[in-house]
């Protein structure tokens, strides 16, 4: 009984062991953890990793349109591409390019791009002169540690369009300006 | 023979007797047995309204820290974590912390000035503890008297102190 009561006595600041929480917006973590940059969970500053781009999900150069790096041919309807990608420090932008197919008489575009809140957000733009930019999803994500930008709209067959993936601000005051993320897209017959 | 009606008269003339005295069999004495009378001190009632209101707040400002003690075991069950929960940390459970935290410096804080008032009434319960007072008579040697009277005689002792 005598040890119950000094357990409550004792129990009124917070116990949060590593790896708890996933890091929040701009990095936040718990006091006396760090936001770990390849898995963006909270743990002790000791052990925290900075952030880096995994190389095999760079297509660079990719920083304006004619450099867009070409997603696999679509079918009509297709079936949902996830695409990997990384926004390393200081890059203005990742530019892909996709074809709608020609057999297709109307085809709408869903388009978006999912990444962690940790780190700087993204934004989606369609092609160069601009056809759209990204707007709130339907759906939320899967995970509340992400957010997600979502385009919907039609699309004239047989086009090439190029999509930007661009720094959206909330990073960190210029210390998170990075950020990985999941591109999908998806061209169905409405 | 006809027995002889005897009284015998012992006067004490003294506050032995009292309310609150303690009276304790003389002890033995070259002139006589020592009679010791102890009297106990009674506590003014302004000291017990003090040392009550001593107590008194001493209570209260625990009941304060306790306050604040829950408070902020409240605040930190929220955010208390030792498996991964899949939830990124937001504005919200870092107030969450910070109020935890706040709370309790705060129930320490009054914890140690309850603790410290309970601990200063019961030692100005101690000090301020009223002094009993004793007396020791001493009594000389006692005279017997001796007085007839009618049908009898009377029989007494005397002492002096």
Not at chain 1, 63 to 71: K, R, V
Not at chain 2, 26 to 46: C, H, L, Q, W
Not at chain 2, 124 to 131: N, R, Y
Request: net charge negative; aromatic share 6%; charged share 15%.
């Amino acid at each position: 009984m005598r040890a119950l009561a000094l357990a409550a006595l004792a129990a009124c600041t917070p116990d949060i062991a590593q790896g708890a929480y996933l890091c929040g917006p701009d990095m936040a973590c718990p006091d006396g953890q760090t936001c770990n940059g390849p898995d963006g969970t909270c743990v002790v500053a000791s052990a925290a990793q900075p952030f880096a781009c995994d190389p095999s999900v760079l297509h660079e150069p990719d920083d304006n349109p004619g450099e867009a790096f070409a997603l696999p041919a679509l079918g009509c309807p297709s079936a949902p591409l996830e695409v990997m990608g990384c926004l390393a420090d200081g890059d203005p932008a990742n530019w892909v390019s996709f074809q709608t197919p020609a057999d297709c008489s109307d085809t709408e575009l869903a388009l978006s791009v999912t990444y962690p809140i940790a780190f700087e957000s993204l934004a989606l733009q369609l092609d160069e002169p601009l056809i759209a930019v990204d707007g709130a999803c339907k759906q939320p994500p899967a995970s509340s540690g992400n957010a997600a930008r979502c385009i919907s709209m039609m699309l004239a067959a047989g086009q090439t369009y190029q999509l930007a993936i661009l720094p959206n601000g909330d990073d960190c005051a210029g210390d998170c300006a990075y950020n990985r993320y999941t591109l999908q897209v998806q061209l169905t017959a409405p | 023979m006809r027995p002889v009606p005897i009284a015998i008269v012992v006067a004490l003339a003294s506050r032995a007797f009292a309310g609150g005295a303690d009276f304790q069999p003389p002890p033995a004495n070259d002139g006589g047995k020592d009679i010791v009378i102890t009297t106990e001190g009674e506590r003014s009632t302004r000291n017990i309204a003090v040392l009550a209101s001593i107590a008194g707040a001493g209570a209260l400002l625990g009941g304060v820290g306790l306050y604040f003690h829950l408070d902020a075991r409240s605040a930190a069950d929220q955010v208390s974590a030792d498996q991964p929960t899949g939830q990124p940390w937001t504005p919200a459970d870092q107030t969450a912390y910070d109020r935890a935290h706040s709370s309790s410096v705060k129930a320490a804080v009054f914890y140690s000035l309850g603790g410290a008032a309970l601990i200063g009434a019961v030692v100005g319960l101690i000090v301020t503890a009223p002094s009993s007072e004793t007396t020791v008579i001493h009594p000389h040697r006692g005279t017997a008297t001796f007085a007839p009277a009618p049908g009898g005689a009377v029989v007494g002792g005397v002492w002096s102190f």
